[in-house]
């Protein structure tokens, strides 16, 4: 290796501790705060952190889905980067891909504070944030800005609280932000938005279905046709998810993802804000989202791939949910509490779990425990 080389490998080690240290210390401190000041903290660390390129991912670990070529399978979750801000940073991080959102057309303010609770003893959050967003504008201008970077930047979109046509508000988002993002997630899975989790019953979700879809093919005539996903809560009755499955595979969509925050609140929850009202998220989601993902795995057979999200915290994890059935896993709450190495140790184990298991691509484990899962008793 020449000096130069030498150097710039050594900048990189610098710059990627001098984050670690960061990472570490100010973790402990930012969870005595608000933990939406420490969110609001730890994006303006992120802008200004000087981050360089993460080394080249293991080949193995690359996913093919959608039409787009992921790196790697671990993306970043909607709500962390809800407007855009550091979708770059993200992925210099190692990241294989980034969903920001969600955005909905005009601003809205969300539900008043305090409306993010985090869960220490049960390693959860509980949300009831009500999609804050700055809006449309604000976020294609952004994303417009980076467009020519590369990299698989997604955008979860929503309808504002008070609109009169709720499909119409994704239509927009559609037509407005195809030429800067690399997929949309239409998501009606959000339990903080009154009404919104009513778009998953089947007929009202073939018509948004339906606009969305064709708002991706007219914008597919100035932009490449996007792929459209649709995310879901893991809190659908099994007759339900029969509809929604039905309808997305009847309309074509390009994948789905599962799922949103939970309703419900798992028998076992410790931790002292365990009633408040929202969507929780975190370990004690892992065991719902994971059979809500076996369960719409079995009923998509093979029509399109999956995202599983809901509780990953480690590598093992991951694997459990790629094994029962996600070709790509999404992680939130996992990287409030075990930062961002968690990155790392993921890619890490997954290439040891790879070699265990005598796999050559990801795709191989994709749903191989799918009816396993499915059979196993309902998780309390
Ligand atoms: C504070 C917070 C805000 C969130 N905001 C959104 C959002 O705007 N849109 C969305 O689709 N999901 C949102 N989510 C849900 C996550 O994207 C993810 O589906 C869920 O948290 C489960 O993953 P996790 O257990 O890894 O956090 C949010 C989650 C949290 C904790």
């Given at each position: 290796m020449d000096s130069t080389r030498i150097g710039s490998a050594q900048r990189k080690l610098r710059k990627s501790a001098v984050l670690g240290v960061l990472d570490r210390l100010a973790r402990p401190l930012l969870r005595r705060v608000d933990p939406e000041d420490a969110h609001a903290f730890a994006l303006r660390a992120l802008r200004l952190a000087p981050l360089s390129r993460p080394q080249a991912d293991d080949a193995r670990l690359a996913v093919a889905a959608f039409g787009l070529t992921f790196p790697n399978p671990i993306g970043v979750a909607p709500g962390l980067d809800k407007n855009a801000l550091v979708p770059d940073a993200l992925l210099r991080l190692g990241f294989g891909f980034v969903e920001v959102g969600t955005v909905t057309p005009r601003p809205q303010p969300g539900?008043?504070?305090?409306?993010v609770f985090r869960l220490e003893a049960d390693q959860a959050i509980i949300n009831r944030?009500?999609?804050?967003s700055e809006g449309l504008d604000a976020a294609r201008a952004r994303l417009a800005a980076r467009?020519?970077?590369?990299?698989i930047v997604g955008v979860n979109i929503g309808a504002n609280?008070?609109?009169?046509d709720r499909g119409a508000d994704y239509v927009a988002l559609i037509a407005a932000l195809a030429p800067v993002v690399s997929y949309f997630a239409v998501n009606?899975?959000?339990?903080?938005?009154?009404?919104?989790?009513?778009?998953?019953?089947r007929a009202m979700l073939d018509d948004l279905l339906a606009r969305a879809i064709e708002a991706r093919e007219r914008a597919a005539a100035a932009a490449e046709r996007k792929p459209v996903l649709l995310k879901i809560a893991p809190d659908l009755a099994l007759a339900d998810l029969d509809d929604v499955v039905a309808v997305a595979r009847a309309r074509a969509v390009d994948g789905m993802i599962v799922s949103n925050t939970t309703i419900s609140r798992p028998a076992g929850l410790h931790d002292k804000?365990?009633?408040?009202?929202g969507g929780l998220s975190g370990r004690p989601l892992f065991r719902l989202s994971t059979r809500m993902l076996a369960e719409t795995f079995v009923r998509a057979e093979g029509r399109f791939p999956l995202i599983g999200v809901g509780g990953i915290d480690s590598g093992a994890a991951a694997f459990a949910k790629i094994k029962a059935g996600a070709s790509l896993v999404q992680v939130y709450t996992g990287l409030v509490y075990r930062g961002l190495d968690l990155v790392a140790a993921i890619k890490t184990d997954l290439g040891n779990f790879m070699r265990l298991a005598r796999h050559d691509r990801l795709a191989e484990a994709v749903g191989r425990d799918a009816a396993a899962v499915t059979a196993e008793p309902w998780p309390t």
């Open positions: 539900n008043p504070r305090p409306r944030l009500g999609f804050n467009a020519g970077r590369g990299g609280k008070d609109s009169p009606v899975s959000s339990p903080n938005t009154p009404g919104l989790r009513d778009l998953q019953q804000d365990a009633a408040q009202a």
